[in-house]
């Protein structure tokens, strides 16, 4: 393969920055505007009940607040014009890494305020908090990649949501030694964040084998560009 066909077939930053305002344009935001202001919503819940200014009920409403969050950005990959652009020379990793770069510091800002919102006498232990609530995001989008790498579907986001709803629900129902969402003052408090870094790093490995393109008859697309055949 000539220097020439490689820089064809692997655009460089140009390209990324070309891609940039179509990108931001093209998001989903009224999923994850809904998902956001739900969260903040739950997490300000204290400040306007004061009964509730417990550790066990600060933990409570931040999952619930980090599920809110999550279950937006599992509308992040959605693409109604997916058919078409899925043929362009970025090719799609490009794309949805693209799509969660801009959002990663939004949502980073998201969750930092819904931990300010929680009055310093509510808070839970906030470093195992935290990785719920990545894990709860991780999980949603491996879901949604997923899903448009084994189907093509453009719209990934329900399948995820209610594939992530159907994990917390069977994360609840797990028994005490496996159990995930456990108490502020639990002695599984630390085991089950133990847990939870394992489930984060399947989420991880579910998204990295997702991103590429999604299967076809005859093995995966290439970007919509075509190998030469000629000599």
Known sequence: MTIRARRERRPGFPVTGALIRPTARALPRGPLLAGAVTGLLVAALPRLLPDARTPVTGAVLLRVSALALALGLAFLLDDPSRPTTETTPAGRPRRVHLRTALLAPLAALAWSAAL????????????????????????????????????????????????????????????????????????????????????????????????????????????????????
């Open 116 to 231: 300010l919102l929680i009055p310093r006498d509510a808070r839970p232990p906030l470093a195992g908090l935290t990785l719920e609530a990545v894990t709860l995001t991780a999980t949603a989008l491996a879901l949604a990649a997923a899903t448009v790498r084994t189907s093509a579907e453009p719209e990934p986001g329900r399948a995820a949501a209610a594939g992530l709803l159907a994990l917390v629900v069977a994360g609840m129902l797990l028994p005490d030694r496996w159990g995930l969402f456990v108490a502020p003052d639990s002695p599984q408090w630390a085991a089950a964040h133990g847990r939870w870094a394992a489930v984060l790093a399947a989420a991880v490995l579910v998204w990295a084998v997702s991103v590429p393109e999604p299967l076809r008859r005859g093995g995966p697309r290439t970007g919509g560009i075509r190998p030469s055949t000629g000599g």
